[in-house]
């Protein structure tokens, strides 16, 4: 194993003013995460996780942060890479490694040997529970330390694409331990990436560019739940909002909301910014780059760089260069421009500016990550090796503890009515 990649610490010039940054921004998300906060006491009292080790790929910022300090409260030693090479924050990362009960290896802009050998200094911690997200950890658990998997008692997959990766495996009968979906339960799906990924995109792209989508083209690439969010915020912002889609019930909907829906090579034609959210690759190619506009914007929402083909765009182009932070422009034979933002990779959180997901939409997720972590400690083996949905009371769970610190009081069904929607035997 690659325990010789440092932690870290050891890549940074000044770690004590790093530390003191990344604490800054840790602790202002946590002002505003009212469901980690009551975590943090349940687990601080209850050491759920005492004598765990929890092995993390995640987006190392301070959001994600705050989750990693909740399970090392809750007793666990916790170590942590990036699960993409541009959206760690250092200092964020440097903060947690200053935590006795925690190992970061995240460092932003790593190259690609650089970002497995982190996985792999992860996986030498010999993790009990896996935190995933975009099941690089899983693949590479299953892949290269097989050995390890009779001592872990489960994972929890964070997002869409990991999700689809974990299934297919479990599809094929080679996933060997129980992973939670966390991605597709309601806590998580109706607002990380409804909101979430609608916010934190489209604030990104404008602030990165300067530009304003009042009167524009946004095309959307993808309806689901990240792109139906991406359509909704843009539509708010005055943008003229093109779908496109592969799924007819989706395309369906996508018209029914009112959005223009139109394929691909259509779009290009006459779109002005040009989002990607599919978690498929190819959904912007060669063809598509030779319709567009001199200075479309194109940036991709989904998980990998795959969405946007830039090898294409690289084979079309005559000159590229960084035409603004954040932003590198290919210059076309005939002088047209097409702005990629972030390097294709996923615009919220690989931009030089990037924040990713609003604070209080993570603090739903993350608290989701938290209590399913403790049901895989302490019920673990009611649960056989694959691909497992969220028990609901623990989503409810997490609602709950949400609407309560917002003051929000909701009904609740009587017995009678629990006894109506619970029985077959009431007719007309």
């Known amino acids: 194993m690659s325990e010789h990649y440092a932690p870290v610490s050891e890549h940074l010039d000044d770690v004590e003013a790093a530390r003191t940054e990344g604490r800054r921004k840790m602790d202002w998300a946590l002002q ?36 990693v300090e909740l399970l090392a409260l809750g007793g666990a030693e916790v170590a ?10 250092d200092d964020v990362s440097a903060a947690l490694d200053a935590n006795d009960d925690i190992t970061s290896y995240a460092v932003r802009g790593v190259d690609e040997e650089g970002y497995y050998a982190a996985i792999d200094a992860v996986i030498a911690h010999e993790p009990t529970v896996t935190v995933d997200d975009g099941m690089d950890m899983v693949f590479t658990i299953h892949e290269e330390y097989p050995e390890l ?52 995109s489209l604030a990104t792209i404008a602030m990165t560019t300067n530009l304003s989508y009042a009167g524009k083209n946004v095309v959307v690439g993808g309806y689901g739940y990240c792109g139906k969010g991406v359509a909704k915020k843009a539509s708010g912002q005055n943008a003229n909002v093109i779908v496109t889609e592969v799924d007819p019930r989706r395309a369906l909907e996508a018209h029914m909301e009112g959005y223009d829906v139109m394929p691909m090579e259509e779009a290009a034609k006459v779109g002005d910014v040009f989002i990607t ?18 200075g479309v914007l194109l940036a991709n929402a989904g998980h ?67 209590v399913v972590v ?35 009081e909701f009904d609740s069904m009587t017995d009678e009515q629990r006894e109506y929607m619970g029985s077959w035997a009431h007719g007309t």
């Open 32 to 67: 505003h995460m009212p469901i980690l906060q009551e975590l943090r006491e349940q687990f601080e009292s209850e050491q759920p996780l005492a004598g765990e080790v929890v092995g993390m790929a995640m987006h190392v910022e301070a959001k994600t942060a705050n989750l």
């Open 80 to 89: 942590i890479t990036g699960c993409n090479p541009l959206s760690t924050h």
């Open 149 to 200: 998997i009779e001592t872990i008692v489960g994972g929890a997959e964070e997002t869409t694409t990991g999700v689809h990766r974990l299934r297919a495996m479990d599809e094929d009968g080679e996933l060997n331990y129980p992973v939670f979906a966390v991605n597709d339960t309601p806590m998580k799906r109706l607002f990380d990436n409804v909101h979430g990924t609608g916010e934190s």
């Open 277 to 294: 959210t599919t978690g498929n690759r190819d959904v912007i190619t060669r063809e598509d780059f030779e319709n567009m506009k001199d």
């Open 304 to 370: 990998f760089d795959i969405e946007i083909d830039l090898d294409a765009l690289s084979d079309l182009a005559v000159d590229e260069y960084e035409a603004r932070d954040g932003v590198d422009a290919y210059e076309l034979e005939d002088g047209r421009r097409l702005n990629v933002l972030a390097e294709g990779r996923l615009v919220n959180l690989a931009s030089p500016i990037a924040l990713g997901h609003p604070v209080e939409v993570m603090d739903q997720s993350f608290g989701v990550q938290a």
């Open 374 to 408: 403790r049901e895989l400690v302490e019920n673990g083996d009611d649960y056989d090796a694959g691909v497992h949905d969220v028990p609901d009371e623990l989503d409810r769970e997490v609602a709950e503890i949400k609407l309560d610190a917002e003051g929000i």
